[in-house]
């Protein structure tokens, strides 16, 4: 079963506007966390933002942000005044404790286009 | 500032040849892993190791064998390579004492079986 869903494929945005990137998740662990991973072409998965699940507060790293909405299972990552070089995949992933650590599954991602 | 090492960065092989992909990191993290990235599919967990000593499957093990030889390394090996195994595959390894903590990644080995 799917865990981790990314429905958009595809985003374009404008330089400068605002973007919203959609990730829903399944888990009944009432402990787990949510990340967003940034990948650029030249391949290498970067860290962006974390959101445990007994987070109260939406989390926020510069520019970006997470809209973690826990009834909905939803945990859209949010990026403000968008950058030619915010042009890349995005990966959702989610952290589950299993077998004495904590197992990681991704989104199949959504590829983000920023236009000048 | 090493963080995850893999090695090799590319290589091709023919259908049936093994292969060992080599994985270290120097930032005293206890859980390793392995993922494949194919296109459109993200990456899928292969195998994973939270601790020194245990290994276990993730979500597409099938074709695939590891070996946690110590704490800094982790190593995939494929015992037949088949044509279906061209992918990108990533190493990472991650603290895991919370579930904060992000896991880090390797830049890939690009592997394309003939």
């Known amino acids: 079963a799917q865990k981790i869903t990314q429905t958009q494929p595809g985003m374009f945005v404008q330089e400068k506007e605002a973007v919203t990137l959609d990730c829903t998740y399944d888990?009944?662990?009432?402990?787990?966390?949510l990340f967003w991973y940034k990948q650029p072409s030249s391949g290498e998965m970067i860290f962006l933002i974390y959101?445990?699940?007994?987070?109260?507060q939406n989390a926020t790293e510069g520019r970006y942000s997470l809209n973690f909405q826990k009834a909905r299972k939803s945990a859209n990552l949010v990026i403000s005044a968008s950058q030619l070089g915010d042009s890349a995949m995005y990966f959702c992933?989610?952290?589950?404790?299993?077998?004495?650590?904590?197992?990681?599954?991704f989104g199949a991602g959504t590829r983000l286009f920023v236009k000048a | 500032n090493a963080g995850v090492t893999q090695t090799p960065k590319f290589q091709v092989l023919k259908t049936g040849q093994s292969m060992t992909l080599q994985c270290a990191q120097d930032?005293?993290?206890?859980?390793m892993y392995w993922y494949r990235q194919d296109p459109g599919m993200g990456l899928r967990l292969i195998y994973y190791?939270?601790?020194?000593?245990?290994?276990d499957k993730g979500e597409v093990p099938n074709g695939y064998n590891v070996s946690r030889l110590n704490k800094r390394e982790f190593s995939l090996r494929l015992e037949s390579a088949a044509p279906s195994q061209t992918s990108v595959y990533f190493c990472?390894?991650?603290?895991?004492?919370?579930?904060?903590?992000?896991?880090?990644f390797g830049d890939g080995t690009r592997l394309s079986i003939l």
């Open positions: 992933a989610m952290r589950e404790p299993r077998d004495g650590g904590f197992k990681t599954i």
């Open positions: 888990t009944s662990d009432q402990s787990y966390g």
């Open positions: 959101q445990g699940s007994y987070d109260e």
């Open positions: 930032m005293n993290h206890n859980s």
């Open positions: 190791s939270a601790s020194e000593g245990t290994t």
């Open positions: 990472a390894s991650c603290r895991d004492r919370t579930s904060n903590q992000p896991q880090h």
